[in-house]
């Protein structure tokens, strides 16, 4: 079901002005938190990320850094419960979702919207099926509902007795449908109530 053409204007719109001013107004985190990081490991203060946006075009995801420098070397690409490579600051960073408000830039930048589809990274998003290949429809958001629903993905994946390969045919699959659901009932309403949702969320943490 394609997405009028009036909501895209507002939510885009929407966008804009929240990330502007959301940026503008924690600009004295954004020095506390870069400050906290230098201070706590050795390494750059931003970690970017190849996902998969809108239309199945990369771009690169911007966070604080919350594992040490070249974690993906020594890693899988997800992070499984108190994962070595997790750093002290960046273990408080992940709790509070603090580590994702530099992708206000990449909202900004039209790469990202506030709400939609979480976006993968590629190793992940070649095994998409030409239904789930739907999600490309619309920008990637910072938060979904299939956030608020496995906020706390990482126990999860502790217990499995295979991480990724839960994650791969159980997590992902499931967050795939809850997606491209959204994509049948989109509205500014809605897109207000998910925000609410994860700040709700954050704050029960």
Not at 7 to 13: E, G, H, M, S, T
Not at 43 to 65: A, T
Not at 120 to 143: C, I, N, W
Request: hydrophobic content about 40%; glycine content about 6%.
């Amino acid at each position: 079901m394609m997405m009028k053409r009036r909501y895209l204007y507002i939510k885009r719109l929407v966008d804009l002005c929240c990330s502007i001013v959301g940026l503008v107004l924690i600009s004295p985190l954004f020095l506390v938190l870069s400050i906290w990081i230098k201070l706590d490991s050795s390494g750059p203060v931003f970690f970017r990320q190849k996902r998969i946006g809108k239309g199945g075009h990369v771009f690169l995801i911007y966070k604080f850094r919350t594992m040490i420098v070249d974690a993906e070397k020594q890693g899988k690409q997800i992070t499984v419960g108190d994962d070595r490579r997790i750093t002290r600051c960046g273990t408080i960073l992940r709790k509070y979702k603090l580590d994702e408000l530099p992708q206000l830039i990449n909202v900004i930048r039209g790469e990202m919207s506030l709400v939609g589809p979480r976006p993968e990274v590629p190793a992940y998003v070649e095994l998409y099926d030409d239904q789930q290949r739907r999600v490309f429809t619309v920008s990637p958001g910072l938060t979904d509902e299939a956030s608020i629903k496995y906020r706390h993905e990482n126990q999860l994946l502790q217990v499995a007795e295979d991480a990724e390969r839960t994650y791969i045919e159980v997590i992902m699959p499931d967050k795939l449908r809850i997606n491209l659901r959204y994509l049948e009932t989109a509205s500014i309403r809605k897109d207000l109530g998910i925000i609410l949702k994860t700040l709700f969320a954050v704050v029960k943490r």
